[in-house]
RNA sequence: GCGUGGGUGGCGGAGCGGUCAAUCGCACCUGACUGUAAAUCAGGCGGCUAUAUGCCUACGGGGGUUCGAAUCCCUCCCCACGCA
């Protein structure tokens, strides 16, 4: 019955299997986001040549999307989607505060300033929160989540992993409003175990639920959250929150300190390379993060040695590959820096700056995924620190 | 040769007497992007500098009108189209 087997470790850090109904996932690993369903941009025959391990979908946009139905009646989100992998769905949480508080503090999820967006502040907040659930006002329309609803749908669309509907403070946000988030967030948790033990939907194979551990940046409510969050009988374990950029090792040490050491561990949104490491070294097996698509539509590259932020004039002439010796399809295709250069150049039509953003994509994806069986095997051969030595020169 | 329309910052293209170092695109340069509201955003882009309600040089060349000209007049040069 255990889906999750630890393999070797490494001072904290380990790697591991999860197994799901759509195979299994070597970790640590990283989930490439696919809010829609898909991968923003890509269709089907390049979501194979980016060939991502695992995605993770958003509950909240394919509600608002009104897309549930349609993928309950496809039989799913893997069938709806013809992915075969595993896929993992956030429970809508994070929008509490991407389109609440955060965008009233004028912030995203990780906190670089300490002063709040003036212009932004005065916005009239989207978001309301109550003991029930969360009304989202968004594109001038009405919708609510629940801990029920969240989970109902979430059992509807049968990805394999699914996660708690919970609150998402900001890093701006007081002990005292952090206090009630949290106690509003694990009363939500055992509303939304209960209705995920009630009877299957349309899944005819088994999700696990993960639960989410909150606390903003005060170590007594995270180390409060983790012991709570983590004496449930969840399948695994979310770190979720917005906080500054310098707090992640010890948030995650807070966090970490009340789950069982033998299920898996995920870090809400996490994706800086730098950050990674640090995540990994304190346990984390599981991240999902925005970067790697995010960055590759904006013409941002990564290879070894740093980002190629490849609209930049530099490139205009550069026959190079993106990385020499690189395994993902691009470069296997020998398709030049120059070319996808050229291609990014706004005068040029849609279709032409698109055809470069998936070229993006897809090879940021690989690189994203090389990089995590290097942590795994440097995991293995004890040898973490020194990858991640050579990971920062660059990043 | 005649006629007409033009010559503006790297390019395209506004401005048609003062508020113009000159709208806006493109290109270029710097940043940003962390459970996707963003296939996006922010800043710079004549020179100098203490980076500013500062100085200098600027709207094909020269001259003129005017308190004041990229904007009006004369002249020269160049370009496009049309007619010879």
Not at 246 to 260: A, D, E, R, T, V
Not at 366 to 394: G, M, Q, T, V
């Amino acid at each position: 019955m255990e889906n999750f087997q630890i393999k070797n470790t490494y001072k904290k850090a380990r790697t591991g299997i999860l197994k799901t109904s759509h195979g299994n996932i070597k970790t640590p690993n990283l989930a490439i986001v696919a809010t829609h369903g898909q991968i923003k941009l890509l269709n089907k025959t390049e979501h194979k040549r980016a060939n991502p391990d695992f995605i993770i979908s958003n509950t909240f946009h394919l509600f608002v999307n009104n897309k549930v139905k349609e993928i309950k009646n496809a039989g799913g989100l893997h069938k709806y989607f013809d992915f075969k992998k595993p896929i993992m769905t956030d429970s809508g949480g994070f929008q509490v505060f991407s389109l609440g508080w955060g965008k009233v503090h004028g912030i995203g999820k990780i906190k670089k300033s300490f002063a709040i967006n003036k212009e932004k502040s005065d916005l009239k907040r989207q978001v309301e929160i109550s003991e029930n659930g969360v009304n989202f006002l968004f594109n001038k329309k009405q919708y609510e989540l629940t801990p029920e609803k969240s989970i109902k749908i979430q059992k509807k669309m049968g990805a394999d992993i699914i996660f708690v509907f919970d609150e998402c403070t900001s890093p701006f946000h007081s002990y005292t409003y952090n206090k009630k988030a949290i106690a509003l967030t694990h009363r939500w948790a055992i509303r939304c175990l209960e209705e995920f033990n009630k009877k299957r939907d349309v899944t005819n194979f088994d999700q696990m639920l993960f639960g989410i551990v909150q606390g903003g940046i005060y170590e007594e409510l995270r180390k409060k959250s983790s012991k709570f969050i983590g004496s449930l009988p969840f399948g695994g374990f979310g770190i979720g929150g917005s906080f500054g950029e310098k707090q992640m090792k010890q948030i995650l040490n807070w966090s970490l300190s009340g789950l069982p050491d033998n299920k898996p561990r995920h870090l809400l949104g996490i994706g800086k390379i730098s950050d990674i490491f640090i995540a990994v070294k304190q346990g984390i097996d599981l991240f999902d993060c925005v970067i790697p698509t995010r960055e590759a539509r904006h013409g941002v590259l990564y290879t070894k040695m740093g980002k190629l932020a490849i609209k930049k004039g530099i490139f205009s002439k550069d026959k190079k590959l993106i990385e020499k010796g690189c395994g993902c399809w691009v470069c296997q295709n020998k398709i030049t820096r120059q070319e996808i250069h050229h291609l990014f150049k706004k005068d040029k039509l849609d279709s032409s700056r698109i055809k470069a953003q998936r070229l993006a994509i897809i090879h940021n994806i690989y690189f994203f995924k090389n990089l995590f069986i290097e942590i795994r095997e440097a995991i293995f051969k004890k040898r973490l620190d020194k990858l991640e030595k050579e990971y920062c020169n660059y990043f």
